[in-house]
């Protein structure tokens, strides 16, 4: 999160730089201006009105698409919030609800040079 603030606040602040992520990264003057933020960030009340600020953009009824019933939407609208944000030191105990409200499975990764075929079901071309 503070990475994405980081890029938001500086973007916010000079408009003029089309590439504000290289300008950060790559540029002595972006990199000086990059600190500063992160120093800005490092203020509690500071952070806080910067995340509140980035949630403001969150639209829980665009999960309408999605056939998401009202009960759920409910569930999202307490869930990706600012405060539910700052409350919690670990940020996975969100991610498990929001999987637990949309009912998401678990999904694994296969790199397919370990997969084995008949494991699997796969059949290798």
């Known amino acids: 999160m503070e990475t994405e603030l980081l890029f ?18 790559e540029e002595q003057e972006g990199q000086r201006i990059a600190e500063e933020i992160r120093e ?20 829980i009824e665009d999960f309408h698409l999605f056939d998401v ?12 919030n600012a405060n539910t944000y700052l409350l919690y030191d670990n940020k996975q105990v969100i991610v498990e609800e929001f999987k ?12 397919f040079d370990r997969i084995d075929p008949n494991e699997h079901g796969f059949e290798m071309i």
Not at 8 to 25: Q, T
Not at 69 to 80: K, T, W, Y
Request: glycine letters at 4%.
């Open 8 to 25: 938001k606040i500086a973007g916010e602040r000079y408009p003029e730089i089309d590439h504000i992520v290289a300008f950060l990264y």
């Open 40 to 59: 800005q960030l490092r203020d509690h009340a500071f952070y806080e009105a910067a995340v509140s600020q980035l949630f403001e953009s969150v639209h």
């Open 69 to 80: 019933s009202e009960e759920v939407l409910e569930g999202l609208d307490q869930l990706l």
């Open 100 to 111: 637990q409200l949309l009912n998401l499975e678990e999904m694994s990764w296969l790199r």
